[in-house]
């Protein structure tokens, strides 16, 4: 009798397992994609920031952010060079995206283009 009782109950603990294991993998997602825009956010090497292409400035980043959030859309963000300039601009844009809570997606010089 112990014998049987000892079986359920290591089936029963490997199906918990299992159940709780499957459970999360399902349940863990990775990011969900924008439905919005994605706008493409750069830093060059003088410090001049573009938003798609134009000239902007930070004030400006916000108010367009603010809009690009509303649209549930996102950012591609890449900054030129780690010239002294673009690095105190791309640290001040980086600032601003975070304030805005938008999902921001780190370009390199292969995929910015």
Do not use: C, N
């Not at 916000?62 to 300039?85: F, M, N, T």
């Amino acid at each position: 009798m112990r014998g049987i009782f000892t079986i359920i109950v290591i089936v029963l603990v490997v199906l918990l397992v299992l159940f709780v294991v499957r459970r999360r993998t399902i349940s863990t997602k990775g990011p969900r994609p924008p439905k919005g825009p994605i706008a493409r956010v750069e830093v060059h090497e003088d410090g001049t920031v573009t938003f798609d292409g134009t000239d902007i400035s930070l004030d400006e980043l916000r108010v367009r952010l603010k809009k690009l959030k509303e649209a549930d859309g996102a950012v591609w963000y890449y900054r030129d060079s780690s010239d002294k300039d673009a690095e105190e601009t791309g640290e001040a844009v980086i600032k601003v995206v975070i304030e805005a809570r938008i999902p921001v997606r780190l370009m390199d010089e292969q995929t910015h283009r």
